[in-house]
């Protein structure tokens, strides 16, 4: 796991991460390799796992899910009980619906337009109209998550016969969705129009390989990374090899969550052209650039901090050192949400090495501060080890907002940057000082502009409209509410004529 999946694996209410996907095509092992690809996806979802693969010989979709880790739901036994040249992958940290087996995906529905799964990574802002919408005309969801009204939207009859189903559902749904889909006879891979979340295209064996994250390619043996799937981009993968269409009306920004860079993507990865790990360090630098401290010793909160220490430590010359040492072992034992338990679990996870900070001024890095609880502890730890100032620094704003396109960020009110000034933040954490990166120079450090990304997390500007209402039980509780959303994207025109 990496510092991402280990601090969302702590505690159940804290913060919680999206999904991943992973999907192949016309490979002998699909299910291992998925297997693979998802063991490598599984910082970005810890609660469960599932694969779906579609047997060649009687077509018959098998799939097997599970709570918990990759190992945990899967070995060899379950895999050799899915054989096929196909499959698609999930692993999931819900964002909509509760934490049940039920919600696992990928979802498989069996409709007069045949077997179709799909696996979601992202959030949808009008499920629930959408929901209401197809309950009334007798539809019978088996999850309360999301994704699932893509499947109902699909197996619809269509109002317009030779139309493809795929486009007409996807012309309703709004939000932020990179999808994987399995039919009968395709693997289909899509973004939505400003591309929220990432999806990438590799290739293994001449077998055609989709993934949320280009570091799952990095473990199969042979397999590499192609390019990523392009916002409001759709691929079908047939016999007849990779097909690309984009049936959308190009929108005049995009909206790559730029979260992913700070913090929640593999550093090992490549995002829309550009290393995860690079971002981070060109973060640090800017960071040190806009908050400049005199000290002796840089040094990260581990993993989640790394290169942003990295880079802070390159561009002010104060030397890295690692002092926290991770337990890299603590895991889902945690699941009691008191705040003894909670200040227990940040202390348990990374020790100190007292003698490396001792009598030093440090400067602490980290990705982020969400409720505060991590870096108030790590604050304490270098005071007990006897550090003489403690500045910290953290790679991105202050967060302040709700994500409604698939992160899990805690109530509003638990931020602590809506409680707190930043001088009584930096008094709360018992810091000398505290700096946070801004928007500008964290967009910088991506190389792209502005237009390029969504930050509402940290400036309240959703780039698509949302209903402040919506959060991830929403089918629990069924407030029967209708969003009031527009479809903009219902004059997309028809492209496929099969089941999809
Ligand atoms: P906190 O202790 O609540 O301030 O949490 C801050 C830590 O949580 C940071 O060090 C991040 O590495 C991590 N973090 C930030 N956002 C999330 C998230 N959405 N899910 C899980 N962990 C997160």
Not at 70 to 82: H, S, T, Y
Not at 132 to 146: H, Y
Not at 451 to 475: E, R, T
Request: charged share 25%; aromatic share 8%.
């Amino acid at each position: 796991m990496n510092d991402s999946s280990e601090a969302r694996a702590v505690f159940q209410h804290r913060p919680k991460d999206e999904c991943g996907v992973f999907a192949v095509f016309g490979h002998p092992h699909a299910a291992e390799i998925t297997f693979f690809g998802l063991y490598a996806l599984q910082h970005r979802g810890q609660e469960s796992a599932g694969i779906v693969v579609a047997d060649e010989k009687n077509r018959k979709f098998k799939s097997h899910h599970g709570m918990g880790l990759v190992p945990q739901v899967f070995n060899d036994k379950e895999i050799a009980k899915l054989p096929g040249t196909r499959a698609i992958g999930h692993v999931r940290y819900s964002t909509t619906g509760s934490s049940t087996l039920e919600n696992a995906q990928p979802i498989v529905v069996d409709c007069a337009r045949g077997q179709i799964a799909v696996g979601h990574n992202g959030n949808l802002v009008n499920a629930t109209q959408l929901r209401d919408e197809l309950e009334a005309t007798g539809a019978i969801f088996k999850t309360t998550v999301d994704s699932e009204v893509i499947l109902h939207l699909m197996a619809q009859p269509s109002a317009n016969s030779g139309d493809s189903s795929l486009i007409q559902s996807l012309c309703k749904v709004k939000g932020a969705f990179s999808l994987v889909l399995l039919s009968e006879r395709e693997v289909v891979g899509v973004r939505d129009s400003l591309g929220f979340r990432p999806l990438c295209i590799g290739m293994v064996d001449g077998a055609w390989l989709l993934s949320s994250e280009s570091c799952a390619f990095d473990i199969i043996p042979g397999a590499k990374f192609v390019r990523d799937v392009e916002p409001g981009e759709i691929v079908v993968i047939d016999e007849n090899g990779l097909r690309s269409f984009k049936p959308f009306v190009p929108k005049d920004r995009l909206g790559f969550c730029i979260f992913e860079y700070v913090y929640f993507a593999r550093p090992d990865s490549m995002l829309e052209g550009a290393n995860v790990s690079a971002v981070r360090t060109n973060m640090g630098r800017e960071l040190a650039r806009l908050h400049p401290v005199e000290a002796d010793l840089v040094i990260p909160v581990p993993d989640s901090g790394n290169y942003a220490a990295l880079g802070y430590s390159e561009e002010s010359g104060i030397p890295y050192d690692h002092a926290f040492v991770r337990n890299h072992y603590v895991g889902r034992t945690f699941l009691n949400p008191s705040q003894l338990a909670r200040e227990f679990g940040v202390k348990v996870k990374l020790n100190i090495i007292k003698a490396r900070v001792a009598g030093k001024r440090v400067v602490v890095v980290d990705d982020s501060i969400v409720r505060g609880t991590t870096a108030r502890a790590r604050v304490m730890n270098l005071r007990n080890a006897g550090a003489k100032e403690v500045h910290i620094r953290i790679s991105c704003p202050p967060h302040r907002h709700p994500c409604h396109y698939g992160i899990d960020f805690p109530d509003p009110k638990d931020l602590i940057a809506n409680q707190l000034s930043h001088q009584e933040i930096t008094k709360y954490l018992q810091a000398d000082s505290l700096g946070y990166l801004d928007t500008a120079g964290m967009v910088r450090a991506t190389g792209r502009g502005e237009n390029s990304f969504c930050m509402a997390c940290f400036n309240g500007k959703y780039p698509v409209a949302v209903n402040p209402d919506l959060d991830k039980l929403i089918f629990e509780r069924r407030k029967g509410r209708a969003d009031s959303l527009v479809f903009a994207e219902e004059t997309a025109p028809r492209l496929f004529n099969g089941k999809l």
